[in-house]
Every structure is written in C-alpha cells, then in structure tokens.
C-alpha cells in the first residue's frame, strides 16, 4: 500500500511541477510512475470492492470506455444517424481523395487517443485511493490527504517567494488560475486534517500536547496556501477558495445545531464570509475584480461570447459529442466572437465536457460523480469524527473547483484533473461500506479490468515517450506509430516544410491528404491541400478545397486570408478583397497586415474601397487613417469621399484627413472639407463667420480649424457653462497670479482669401492686476510682414465689452489666426491674477479682393 501511495504521489507531484503535466513528455513519466503504481496494487489478490461501491466502480470504468468507443471505426451510414456533423465533413473527401467508408465518432483520433490514456490514469488513481481509504479507519483514513498537503505546501510557498520577488505567482504552473486550482482543492482538506488532530488531541482524557501541535501545524499550512491562493491573483480562484471553506463552515453548523440555533449562527457565518470576500483580498486582486465589471471589458472577460458560441457546437454534436480532447478544432465553424484568439479551452470545463462528450458522455459522468459527491456530504454529518471532518474536507474541496470549473479549464490540466480524481477517490473511501481485506475476496483474481488499465499505462507511456523524443517528426515512422493513433500530424506537416538548407519546401500533395484524412475538421489542412492542388494547377479541386476551408472556419481571419491568397492567385480580385473583408468585419487586430498587403499588391484605393471594406464604421475609418499615416494624399482624398459620404467620420477622423491637408498647404480644400463634415454643426462656419465654434458651445475638436488651448500650470483655460455673452458658454481664462506671464496659447487658425474682414469678439474681466491685460492678436501665421493687429487689453473688471477690428487681409494670404494674449508687464507689480471671460468671436468678409 504505502509503495503505491509514493508511486502515485511521485506521479502528482512530477505533474505539477512539470508545467501541470501540459507538456507531453513530462506528463508520459508521470503516466508510466501511475501505471506502475496501479499495477502494484491493483495486482494484490486482497484488492477488492465493498459490495455497495461494485456499481461505482463499473461506472468509472465505463468512463475509459466510453472514450474508447469515440475512437472506434463505424461505418458511414451508421455515423450519419450518431453524428450528422461528423459525416457531413466526411462526405466531402470523395471531391478529392479516395472515400471514407469507415470513421470514428471523434473528429481527431489522435487528440482523443492522448485523452484517452489521461481518463485511464485517472481512472486507476481514482479506483486505488478508494481502495487505500475504504480499508483505514480513524486516522489512517488520512493517509492519502498526505501527500496531497506537501505537494500543495510546497507551491504555496514557491507562490509566496514569487510574491515576495515581485513576480506574477503561478509557482510551478504556466497560469495563475491553474495553480489557483490545485491549492483551492487542497486547503479544505489541509484545514480539516488539521482540526480533525486539533479535536482528537482536546477530546483525550489528557490532552495531548504534540497532537495538538500538529493540529495547529497542519492548519497553519492550510491558512498559508490559502494567502498564497490569493496572492495568485486569481479572480475565480480566490472565491472558489473561499467558497469552499464557507461550504465546510455551513456544515459543521447545520449538522450539529439545530431550531433557531442553526440559523442564527449561519447568518453569521455568511455576513463573516462576505466580509472577508469583501475586505481581505489584496488591492491587486481587488482592482481584477473591478476591471470584470467596467465597460471595456467583454461580457464575462470573453467567456460569455464563447459559452455562447460553445451552445451551437453542442448542438451539432448532440448525442455522442465531437471526441474528447477535439474542442479546439471543432469550435473554429462556431467561433463568432474574440477570433483573433484560438479557443483550445471553452473556458467552462462543464460546457466544453459536453461539446466533446455529448449527452451519452455527460450522463455518465454524471453516473461517477453525483454519488461520489452525495458520499462525500453525507460523511460530512457522520458521528465518527475522523470521517466527519474528512468529509468536511472533501467537500470544501468538490465546492473550489466545480465553482472554478465555470470559468476555467483545471479539468483539462492534467495534474489538476489527477488531483481531483485523487480526492474523488477519498471521497468513495469514506462512505464506510468496504470490508476488512480478509473478507472481501471472491473476486476473479488479479487480472481483472482495473490492473487491465494500468497495464495499459505501462505500456503506452513508453511508447509514447519514444515517440516524442525520436520520431514524431519522421513521416514513415510516425505512420506505423499512428496505427495504434500514436500520432502528431501537426510536427509531421511541419517537418516536412522546411528542406535541408531551413527554406521552405513543398509538401507532396499525397502526405497533406492523410494529414487531411487525420483531421479533416481543420480548415487549415483543407487550405493546405488547396494550395498544394494550385501549384499542380488544378483550379477547381483547389477551389473546393478552399470553399470547404470557409465553411469550417467562416470566422477565422487567418483562415480567410488563406482563402484570399488563392482568389488573388487566380486573378478574382473581387472575392479575394470581400474574404479580407470580412476578417476586417470581425476584429481590428489584422487591420495593418491587410492594409499592407493591399498596398504591396498595388490594389488601387476605389477596389479597396468598394470590395474589400465592410459596410461598417471602424473599418473604414481604420482605413483612411492608415493612409494618413502612410503619407498617401491622393488615396486618402479619394477614401475621404466615401467616408464621408457614408457618414463614416468623426471628429477624431475627420480632424486627421484635414491636418493632412493643412499640412500639404491645401488650405481651402482642408477648411472645406472640415466644413461639410460639421454639417448641421457648422453653425454658419464658411457661410457668415469664417471662425469655427467662436461661441465655444462645443469642447475643442483635435481639427486644425478649432481652438487650439496648450494647457500650462499657472494659467487654467475651460469652457465655463456658468458665465456666458451668448449661448451658454463662454472660453474662462483664470490667471494663479504666479508670474509675469507671456501668454498665446490659445488660439484659432482660420481659412481666409484676400480681402477685408470684420473681427468682433466679447470680453468680460474680474479683478485681472498688472498693467498688462488680456487682448487679441491677430495676423498671418505664414507671413512675419503680413497681417499683425494687436487689440486694446483688459484689466480690472469689466461686464461683457466688444472688441471691434477691421482687418485687411492681402493677396496670397490664405490664413488667419486669432490668439488670446497677454503681454508682459514692464512694471513692478507684474504677477497677472484675475479671470477673463472670452465669447461670441467671429471673422466676417465685409468683401473680396479683386
């Protein structure tokens, strides 16, 4: 028993500190340490099962074969009636290559096969700690939580240094919410183990002090994995954590207190729990928990939006689901939402169970773990303490991670599932229905289904790690390995790709169609295929190709990109720009790599424009500001039009097409434009006053041709909403009476031709000191000898007074410009305070030059 116990736990603890056992190889070994565990004692003719759990354990083993069967051949018409999906994908192989007559349920063996052997070790693991528990009592019954608490105590405090470092805590796995996982499952069981010692040792008629110790030792572990939980950061994780120590909490009062004892005390217990959800978490986590609710961010931080589209690809897959371990692949004709990512995980291991399962699957999921779980609740009343508080633990535990499981994926990181089928199996133990070992023989000795499975182990992992470590990569060793699904289709194509001197190389077309065969869900293998068939020049196989691509992968810019490419190749221009569209429909991520590729294949603007753009706001805009920025003039003119005339502007837009302009000299047709964007905001610009927003109703545009205000420390520069000449605003000008200032910074630039002009503006003062007030100077921006009046300044205070000039503005002049001034003052007392109001300004042509 105890070699089987280090076995297993050696199997754990290599998982979890191997990245969580996601790498492959790493977890081979861990597999391969299991299978010889299991092997061990599952081999002892004194294994056996108590009567009560014989249908327990048939249901997890049924579990592996379940799988099993999803990667069993079936003929096509039977699989048209079990998976309508499946075949229709099959169906289209005939177009191309030789006709499938017989397939498995799972889209992709090979990823189910891997998944496979996971659910056997799982299930091993799970059947042996049964065993090991079910035959202790009192405190021996904790002997497998044991191992449990070094490996969790060990990343608890390789989390906490991290912490104290300064570095993102996730201790020995690639996300915090995986480490999250693994400690939310172990703290109820570390701090029921150590109350349970605790209780013991205060129980004795002498109280035993180093019991006592232990207790307290053990709990304090619990308490620092729990801290170490929060410093991980994990939102979910955190109140998964928590809630499962609440659970616990709630128990041990509802089955000990009764009437309104009971209540009472549960009240309180959960305005505790709430508090400390509340106030204990730290600012870090505290500001994670806000940033879920604010505006920004996608419903549910994008799990939502992918549940969502998860619901559609369990409707495809109702019955028997599309192969465990298969998501990844199947979800791409689904995904509608974030598709700038790849969804290898649904986020909601309870959904993504069911895309791959099917209802069949989840049932009899449901068949192992609703007992298990029912067993464990049930300990959690008894009055032996020691099943008592190790049921507590259980529970505590089941409560973390189904509450984290609606948010994560822990049930696909190997050693977290490993885990959980560890504390599943405890959780059967406790039930106390099992036999002494003496009794409980009459079994068919040892080769029986369990040792079968960890047999089966032993075996594989060998193999496997072989596989990765010397021919995953070798095309005509991998087939024969991939006779027994062995496989790695991915590394084989990918070997194949590059030639001896690193460049790229042609894969034959026959080894991309059973790579297609393999996986033919993948759109990329179709796209694969496609071009392999463009280089023979065979259009219409390749067109197929591409066309079943687009069905299985409808929103997946790089799988329409893919398909634009070969619509270019085959001079279609038109639908080669609407399948990048249709990427610029979806998401902004890709905006400049297909900007750049429409400018390095010379696709004139007004192609762009009409075929390869969405009828949407944002792509146009992206577009226009692209070319902008690309210096290209004559392209945004022509981009501009359309925007323009679709309503597709802002002022963050429109304010960047007319400072290209400006800055190109062209002023008339900047300020024109600028114009027609305002539209009914114009407020009479270029008709009857050539100053735009002169009455500050609206806050200042990023435009050329609004005000312009550069903010500095001793003078502040607002519209004021209280104080206004006409309309209900006013420009207020408040000077802190820190220096003897030089003030222009606030100015508008405005479009004019030759001629003579009328500039009015009002002013309004308080308590403005010095000599030195506040005035208007107004000349040509582009000339130092052309136009340059300075008006009369204001100090003191003084109600709404007008300012009134003519100004003539010469040939070639284009520009105006009108700065709010104040001069230094020459006096003594020159420190400026007070305030100005500035409203009503306006440039109007009294008439043009001949």
């Given at each position: 028993m105890i070699l089987c116990l280090v076995l297993l736990s050696v199997g754990l603890?290599?998982?979890?500190?191997?990245?969580?056992?996601?790498?492959?190889?790493?977890?081979?070994?861990?597999?391969?340490?299991?299978?010889?565990?299991?092997?061990?004692?599952?081999?002892?003719?004194?294994?056996?099962?108590?009567?009560?759990?014989?249908a327990l354990s048939r249901w997890a083993l049924l579990m592996p074969c379940y799988v099993a069967l999803q990667l069993v051949p079936l003929p096509l018409f039977f699989l048209r009636i079990l998976s309508p999906a499946r075949a229709w994908v099959l169906d289209a192989l005939p177009n191309i290559t030789n006709p499938v007559r017989f397939a498995a349920i799972s889209i992709s063996s090979e990823d189910t096969f891997v998944h496979l052997f996971r659910i056997i070790a799982y299930t091993v693991t799970f059947l042996v700690i049964r065993d090991i528990t079910s035959r202790n009592r009192k405190h021996r019954q904790w002997l497998p939580v044991v191992p449990l608490i070094l490996i969790a105590a060990g990343e608890a405090g390789l989390a906490l240094g991290q912490n104290a470092q300064g570095i993102e805590v996730q201790g020995t796995?690639?996300?915090?919410?995986?480490?999250?996982?693994?400690?939310?499952?172990?703290?109820?069981?570390?701090?029921?183990?150590?109350?349970?010692?605790?209780?013991?040792?205060?129980?004795?008629?002498?109280?035993?002090?180093?019991?006592?110790?232990?207790?307290?030792?053990v709990v304090g572990l619990g308490l620092i994995m729990f801290v170490a939980l929060m410093s991980s950061l994990s939102k979910m994780g955190f109140a998964a954590g928590l809630a499962g120590v609440f659970v616990m909490a709630m128990l041990t009062v509802a089955t000990r207190l009764r009437a309104w004892r009971k209540w009472l005390v549960l009240a309180c217990i959960a305005a505790l729990f709430l508090f400390v959800f509340v106030f204990l978490p730290p600012d870090e986590l505290v500001d994670r928990f806000a940033g879920v609710l604010?505006?920004?961010?996608?419903?549910?931080?994008?799990?939502?939006?992918?549940?969502?589209?998860?619901?559609?690809?369990?409707?495809?897959?109702?019955?028997?689901?599309?192969?465990?371990?298969?998501?990844?692949?199947?979800f791409l004709k689904y995904q509608t939402s974030i598709v700038d990512f790849a969804f290898t995980y649904a986020h909601n291991d309870y959904l993504q169970l069911a895309s791959e399962l099917g209802v069949l699957g989840v049932l009899l999921l449901g068949a192992v773990l609703a007992p298990v779980a029912v067993s464990a609740?049930?300990?959690?009343?008894?009055?032996?303490?020691?099943?008592?508080?190790?049921?507590?633990?259980?529970?505590?535990?089941?409560?973390?991670?189904?509450?984290?499981?609606?948010?994560?994926?822990n049930l696909y990181i190997p050693a977290n599932a490993l885990l959980l089928a560890w504390i599943l199996g405890i959780a059967a133990?406790?039930?106390?229905?099992?036999?002494?070992?003496?009794?409980?023989?009459?079994?068919?000795?040892?080769?029986?289904?369990?040792?079968?499975?960890?047999?089966?182990?032993?075996?594989?992992?060998?193999?496997?790690?072989?596989?990765?470590k010397?021919?995953?990569?070798?095309?005509?060793?991998?087939?024969?390995?991939?006779?027994?699904?062995?496989?790695?289709?991915?590394?084989?194509?990918?070997?194949?790709?590059?030639?001896h001197a690193g460049r790229l190389a042609d894969v034959p077309t026959a080894e991309l169609l059973v790579a297609l065969r393999r996986d033919p869900n993948s759109p990329d293998r179709w796209c694969d295929v496609g071009e392999s068939w463009l280089r023979s020049e065979q259009i219409a196989r390749a067109r197929f190709c591409f066309s079943k691509a687009a069905e299985l992968g409808p929103n997946i810019p790089t799988v329409r990109m893919r398909v634009s490419d070969f619509y270019y190749r085959i001079h279609d221009l038109a639908d080669a720009l609407r399948q990048r569209s249709r990427v610029l429909k979806a998401t902004e991520t890709y905006d400049s790599l297909i900007f750049d590729w429409y400018g390095e294949k010379k696709i004139p603007v007004k192609d762009v424009l009409m075929n390869g753009l969405p009828e949407d706001r944002r792509a146009f805009q992206a577009y226009l500001h692209y070319l902008i920025n690309g210096g290209r003039l004559p392209d945004a003119m022509t981009a501009w039009q359309t925007v323009s005339s679709h309503k597709y502007a802002d002022d963050r837009v429109a304010g960047e097409y007319v400072h290209m302009l400006y800055d190109a000299r062209m002023y008339e047709p900047a300020a024109r434009a600028w114009a027609d964007f305002l539209g009914p905001r114009r407020n009479g610009y270029l008709e009857s006053n050539w100053i735009f927003n002169g009455d500050f109703e609206s806050e200042p545009s990023t435009s050329v041709f609004d005000w312009r205000i550069d903010q500095r420390d001793d003078v502040e520069v607002t519209r004021d909403a209280s104080v206004a000449h006409t309309g209900a605003h006013s420009l207020r000008i408040r000077f802190s009476g820190q220096g003897n200032l030089n003030y222009n910074e606030t100015s508008q630039t405005a479009f004019v031709t030759p001629g003579t002009y009328l500039f009015e503006a009002f002013i309004r003062t308080e308590g403005v000191t010095t000599n030195e007030g506040v005035g208007f100077h107004i000349l040509d921006p582009e000339a130092s000898k052309g136009t340059d009046i300075i008006t009369e300044n204001f100090t003191g205070s003084n109600d709404w007074h007008k300012v009134e000039r003519v100004v003539s503005v010469p040939s070639r002049a284009r520009l105006l410009q009108i700065r709010i001034v104040r001069k230094p003052s020459l006096k003594f007392d020159n420190r400026i305070n007070g305030t100005a109001w500035i409203d009503s300004v306006r440039v109007t042509p009294l008439h043009s030059a001949p």
């Open positions: 603890g290599y998982a979890v500190v191997q990245s969580g056992g996601m790498v492959h190889g790493d977890w081979n070994i861990s597999l391969l340490v299991i299978g010889m565990g299991g092997v061990v004692y599952l081999s002892r003719p004194s294994f056996a099962h108590a009567p009560s759990s014989k796995y690639a996300n915090r919410n995986h480490l999250a996982g693994l400690l939310e499952m172990v703290t109820p069981l570390c701090l029921a183990g150590g109350f349970a010692l605790c209780a013991s040792a205060l129980r004795h008629r002498t109280l035993q002090v180093r019991r006592l110790l232990q207790g307290c030792t604010s505006a920004q961010q996608p419903a549910a931080e994008g799990r939502g939006p992918i549940a969502r589209d998860t619901l559609h690809l369990i409707a495809a897959y109702p019955l028997l689901g599309c192969g465990l371990g298969t998501y990844g692949t199947a609740f049930r300990a959690a009343g008894q009055s032996e303490p020691q099943t008592c508080y190790l049921g507590l633990g259980v529970a505590g535990a089941f409560t973390a991670i189904g509450l984290h499981s609606l948010a994560d994926f133990g406790i039930s106390g229905d099992a036999k002494p070992p003496d009794t409980a023989r009459g079994r068919s000795g040892p080769w029986r289904f369990e040792i079968g499975f960890a047999i089966l182990l032993v075996l594989y992992a060998p193999a496997r790690i072989v596989f990765e010397l021919y995953r990569s070798d095309s005509r060793i991998e087939a024969a390995f991939c006779r027994f699904d062995i496989c790695d289709t991915d590394e084989v194509v990918a070997a194949q790709t590059l030639d």
